[in-house]
């Protein structure tokens, strides 16, 4: 059966293309909410950060946030969009029980940004708009303190600031919707507008879904799809939905446009509500804030303080440091690891040996530590300057290749630096050459008829020799010295 249906998975996918359009809401990293002083904290006791603003008391006034502007201007700059000079605010109006106003204070008809753009691997992604939103507070369904069967709602999210990021119905697939969320996520936290932290929800996505036949122009009806709580399941859900619409329409059903739940659980979208449209929002321009006038001084004030972004950094990688494209990749997709990897290269002085042990040794660590969590580096116990430390311990011999790994897993446990593991635990390679060359003569003495048998042409001993004294060493003699002096030591003519 499983094969019956992969089979129609790929039939499907052979005659029709789904068309994709990614909104994607990201909560700002201000210090406070976008309208009111109440501090912006996830996982605060519920309700402790609120005020007549945010709880939407009768007769309190927003005052907007120039940081929430600020974040939202870099996150415009990142993605190449136009800023607006005049935006303005827009009361959207409907009920929820976490939304006390009745309205939800956004942007409409004059988004703060416009016409951006975003590269996946497959293609340019355009992005339509960027306008400034509050959240919404949070309802509680289970596990906290006074939940006997009742709800409960959390103010603490009302009013935090929001971006909501529109692309255009530019992709092709889910695996290029994926591609998208991965680069927009790394442009938005290496430009420090949000921590993009899907489980915390700092980062939302619906998916807007239609599908047509290969090669037509036109755009079929689409379905948004909500409740995607991972990269992997917004991968997931439209690759169901599309299977899912054009088995509606093969079978002379039509799709209606409606907003679809994504079920995990059951791997498949299911209908929520029929879509809305906005004039059942009834949309009108918020009184109680003026037009947001944002100044060319402010833009180039914006632009001039924004960090190098990926893109970038990944060509400069390879052109830098000679890495290759997929290293230069998977070292800038976040700012934090491309900061240590630069760090551990700079300091060490070998960028290749750096990009291999922070590739190999600690993000492989840093997601092992992470289980099914979100990986960050901060968990990270090695910092850089003592990774570089045992980086340059390497080159310098004074550790082998197999000792190295030894001394990380020690410094990954104790966050010692290397020097003082290896004085302490008298881990070190021998690269002393006196002490050596007496090893050397020691085992040459004591082996006449196999110094003989070497002397007379068989060479192939040498292994055996280089044996004999790694022994009497306790395996920490540097190789290659030893070699060099087994090989002086036995061409000497007695
Ligand atoms: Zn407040």
């Known amino acids: 059966m499983a094969t019956a249906a992969a089979r129609s998975r790929e039939d499907v996918l052979a005659r029709y293309e789904p068309v994709i359009g990614l909104e994607v809401h990201v909560q700002l990293l201000t210090a406070t909410k976008i309208f009111c002083s109440c501090r912006n904290r996830f996982g605060d006791e519920p309700n402790t950060n609120v005020c007549p603003v945010c709880l939407g008391l009768p007769g309190a006034l927003p005052v907007l946030s120039r940081r929430a502007v600020t974040l939202a201007l870099r996150a415009a700059l990142a993605t190449q969009c136009t800023v607006q000079e005049v935006s303005v605010f827009a009361r959207k109006n409907y009920f929820y029980p976490d939304l006390p106003k009745g309205y939800q204070i956004s942007q409409y008809e004059r988004p703060l940004a416009t016409k951006g753009r975003l590269a996946i691997p497959q293609r340019t992604v355009r992005i339509d708009r960027i306008h400034m939103e509050e959240d919404a507070g949070k309802l509680l369904h289970e ?3 006074w939940s006997d069967g009742k709800s409960g709602v959390d103010f603490n999210r009302s009013g935090v600031p929001l971006i909501e990021i529109v692309s255009a119905p530019d992709m092709r697939s889910a695996e290029e919707a994926h591609e998208y969320l991965t680069a927009l996520k790394a442009v938005l936290r290496h430009a420090e507008v949000s921590d993009c932290n899907m489980e915390e929800g700092s980062l939302r996505c619906d998916a807007n879904v239609s599908v047509r036949p290969r090669g037509s122009e036109e755009l079929g009806t689409r379905t948004e799809i909500k409740n995607l709580n991972s990269f992997r399941n917004v991968a997931r859900a439209i690759e169901h939905e599309t299977v899912r619409q054009v088995l509606l329409i093969e079978s002379g059903g039509r799709v209606v446009q409606e907003t679809r739940l994504w079920n995990d659980g059951r791997g498949e979208t299911a209908p929520m509500r029929s879509k809305e449209e906005a004039h059942d929002y009834r949309y009108f321009p918020e009184p109680d804030l003026p037009p947001l006038v944002v100044t060319r001084e402010w833009i180039d004030a914006v632009a001039a303080a924004l960090p190098e972004l990926p893109a970038a950094r990944r060509l400069r990688f ?7 494209d997929y290293d230069a990749g998977v070292l800038t997709a976040t700012r934090e690891v491309a900061d240590y990897f630069e760090t551990v290269a700079r300091e060490s002085g070998s960028a290749k040996a750096a990009s291999n042990w922070v590739m190999n040794e600690v993000l492989r660590k840093v ?4 289980g099914s969590g979100e990986a960050v580096l901060a968990a990270c116990p090695v910092a850089p300057a003592s990774l570089a430390a045992m980086i340059r311990l390497v080159e310098s011999g004074t550790l082998s290749g197999t000792m190295a790994k030894d001394v990380f897993d020690r410094m990954w446990a104790t966050g010692e630096p290397p020097g003082a593991i290896v004085e302490r635990e008298g881990l070190g390679q021998v690269s002393d050459e006196a002490s050596l060359r007496a090893a ?13 048998a ?21 395996g920490k003699a540097n190789p290659q010295l030893v070699n060099r002096l087994l090989k002086e030591a036995l061409a000497e003519t007695p």
């Open 440 to 452: 050397v003569a020691e085992v040459v003495a004591k082996s006449p008829d196999q110094v003989a």
């Open 367 to 370: 997601n092992e530590a992470a």
């Open 454 to 474: 070497y002397r007379k042409g068989k060479t192939s001993t040498l292994g055996w020799f280089v044996g004999q004294v790694m022994r009497s060493t306790g």
């Open 143 to 145: 596990g906290y303190a």
């Open 318 to 324: 390879v052109g830098e440091y000679g890495l290759p």
